[in-house]
């Protein structure tokens, strides 16, 4: 009963993707991002870049101050599953490599150093 009661009253969990951002006035907007360093609210453009070790890192910037954000990397053999999970010809295969795909990404390290 005391856990009904605790779940009634707890506020909302935050927004779990981390482009998805609240108004001032409390208003979700879905797929928008706020920029930590000048508050600018847009909509992330989202490319990949090489790593350098044959990888990508997903990268957006702000349009207004250029602040750059790092929304994840993955590794070259995430890489190849990634494609593999495109090609799988069942749903069963596909929910196979998804689950090996995630321990070869990396999600949102944030900002970058400019």
């Known amino acids: 009963m005391e856990d009904e009661l605790l779940l009634a009253v707890s506020p909302p969990p935050p927004p779990t993707r981390p482009a998805d951002v609240m108004t001032a006035g409390g208003e979700h907007i879905e ?4 920029c930590d360093a000048c508050e600018h609210l847009f909509t992330p453009a989202l490319r990949e870049e090489p790593d350098g070790s044959g990888g990508v890192v997903g990268r957006f910037d ?3 101050c ?3 954000y790092e929304a994840y990397a993955i590794d070259a053999r995430g890489l190849s599953l990634r494609e593999r999970v495109a090609g799988a010809k ?3 295969h596909r929910r196979h490599l998804k689950a090996q795909l ?3 990404v990396t999600h949102g ?4 150093p400019a």
């Not at 797929?31 to 706020?34: L, N, P, Y």
């Not at 390290?109 to 970058?112: D, F, H, I, P």
């Open 66 to 68: 250029e602040r750059r």
């Open 102 to 104: 995630k321990a070869h």
């Open 31 to 34: 797929g928008q991002a706020r």
């Open 90 to 92: 069942s749903d069963r």
């Open 109 to 112: 390290r944030g900002l970058l």
């Open 62 to 64: 702000c349009p207004h």
